[in-house]
């Protein structure tokens, strides 16, 4: 009897149905989800994008975690010589919802982990960003969290929209387990 209920509840654990039996699992898998940037503010060599808040949920909607306060910022910077440089940065402040999230993970798969998607103006992509990782800890309301990469100079006048996605299966840990 103890084996078929074992099996059973790891069945129902497996396909994702939450239970009393799931809770004491220390970590859960983040599901990919996106947000759309507002319309960009447009200074010279500058593109603004004011993101709203991203909420982190585990594989069955639990929410986990959250970035507030974020914006996209896309920027060239010219050359003396002539030509530009172009770069994209994303800036945020993650908080934890009772969970935790660690970099460090043997796996590679621990941590805030997204990517931008900046998008012209029949929302077709130009190009994907993969951001770097961050940890959030289970204190964390306003952890500052920046990532800027190199992008293409010639994309610069082309991007309109920008979206980023909260990648799934990267693991956050119960701060109630921990």
């Not at 507030?68 to 945020?92: C, E, L, M, N, T």
């Not at 660690?102 to 590679?108: E, I, K, V, Y």
């Not at 010639?154 to 909260?166: E, P, Q, S």
Request: charged share 15%; hydrophobic share 45%.
């Amino acid at each position: 009897m103890g084996k078929i209920l074992s099996g059973l509840i790891a069945g129902i654990v497996a396909i994702g149905i939450p239970t009393l039996a799931s809770a004491h699992m220390k970590s859960w898998p983040t599901q990919q989800s996106s947000v759309e940037a507002g319309t960009p503010t447009e200074a010279p060599n500058q593109k603004t994008f004011t993101v709203p808040d991203i909420v982190v949920t585990a594989f069955n909607g639990v929410p986990m975690g959250v970035a507030k306060q974020s914006a996209i910022v896309v920027y060239r910077a010219p050359h003396a010589s002539g030509g530009y440089d172009a770069y994209v940065a994303f800036s945020s402040q993650l908080a934890s919802i009772g969970w935790w999230a660690n970099t460090r993970r043997p796996d590679g798969k621990g941590g805030f982990h997204a990517k931008l998607q900046l998008l012209n103006a029949a929302n077709a992509a130009l190009i994907e960003v993969d951001l770097d990782k961050s940890d959030v800890s289970c204190s964390d309301q306003a952890r500052f969290y920046l990532s800027k990469k190199t992008i293409d100079p010639d994309l610069f006048d082309l991007i309109a929209r920008a979206r980023v996605v909260v990648l799934a299966d990267h693991y956050w840990t119960s701060c109630k387990n921990s």
